[in-house]
């Protein structure tokens, strides 16, 4: 076939054969590079699996060993609240049975200092023994929200 003599149909499809040459050649050289990367890629896949999944099994046998520690420190905790239960227990025992005699005691002081001072005053024993019972009955109602402020005030500051 002479160059001269060829047709459109003839220059087209040695056109198309140059192309489908030239793609073949550059997706060939593509796949090559492609099968080095998948072969670096591999390697390194088969280093990280040799690498880490050691240490994955050494964090997994420690994170196992501090929950031991937690469940033991999850004991201990609880017995210290079971303590301070019992140590609140027996002090609100004990504040309840120092709270009436002291109650008491207070309202008994406080009419004898006010009935005291009545009678030097007026002279008047009867004068003297009203004062008494109103101071005591003062001191027994205010000794009540004294008891209870301070109470709070402690149960406050324990909480801070």
């Known amino acids: 076939m002479l160059l001269l003599s060829s ?11 140059f192309f489908l040459i030239a793609v073949g050649l550059t997706l060939g050289y593509a796949f090559f590079r492609l099968g080095g990367v998948l072969s670096r890629v591999s390697s390194l896949v088969k280093g990280v699996e040799q690498e880490l999944v050691p240490v994955i099994n050494k964090a997994g046998g420690s994170i196992d060993r501090v929950n031991d520690q937690l469940d033991k420190l999850d ?63 003062e001191r027994e109602s205010r000794f009540g929200e004294e008891f209870h402020s301070q109470a709070e005030e402690g149960k406050n500051a324990g909480e801070e």
């Open 75 to 137: 004991v201990v905790t609880d017995s210290a609240v079971d303590a301070v239960e019992s140590i609140d227990t027996v002090l609100r025992a004990i504040a309840g049975a120092v709270k009436l005699p002291a109650k008491k005691v207070a309202a008994l002081t406080a009419g004898l200092v006010h009935g005291l001072a009545t009678f030097r005053v007026e002279h008047d024993f009867a004068a003297a023994m009203a004062a008494a019972r109103f101071a005591a009955q």
């Open 7 to 17: 047709t459109v149909g003839d220059v087209a499809s040695a056109a198309l054969a």
